[in-house]
């Protein structure tokens, strides 16, 4: 069994993500080997009062990225995005930055 902090591993800060914060939908870097149940468990274990409807999970690629005459990628990582009921506390720390 994973703690909740090793398979949470920070929030997507973007303006798409912050859209979502409206309709309760909260955007996650997750580690690579979580599934949707640990997902859904460790949010509701970070976040007393959080009750979580359904985790959409997703892989995003690498970009290539330049550097001078240096070509690579950036890290691949999977990103969550996991919608709380309607009766579910909200996540204070998106809240507050809206």
Same mark, same amino acid.
């Given at each position: 069994?994973?703690? !909740?902090?090793?398979? $949470?591993?920070? !929030?997507?800060? =973007?303006?798409?993500?912050?859209? @979502?914060? %409206?309709?309760?939908?909260?955007? /996650?870097?997750v580690a690579?080997?979580?599934?949707?149940?640990?997902?859904?468990?460790?949010?509701?274990?970070?976040? !007393? @009062?959080?009750?979580?409807e359904k985790?959409?999970?997703m892989h995003?690629?690498?970009?290539?990225?330049?550097?001078?005459?240096?070509?690579?990628? =950036? %890290?691949?990582?999977?990103?969550? $995005?996991?919608?709380?009921?309607?009766?579910?506390? @909200? $996540?204070?720390? /998106?809240?507050?930055?809206?």
């Amino acid at each position: 069994m994973k703690a !909740p902090q090793d398979i $949470i591993l920070r !929030p997507v800060i =973007t303006e798409a993500s912050m859209a @979502g914060v %409206a309709v309760r939908k909260y955007t /996650f870097k997750v580690a690579k080997t979580a599934n949707k149940v640990e997902i859904a468990e460790a949010v509701e274990a970070l976040f !007393p @009062g959080t009750k979580v409807e359904k985790v959409n999970t997703m892989h995003v690629r690498g970009r290539m990225k330049t550097m001078g005459r240096y070509r690579g990628y =950036t %890290a691949s990582y999977k990103k969550a $995005i996991v919608t709380l009921t309607a009766d579910s506390k @909200g $996540i204070e720390f /998106f809240e507050s930055m809206m």
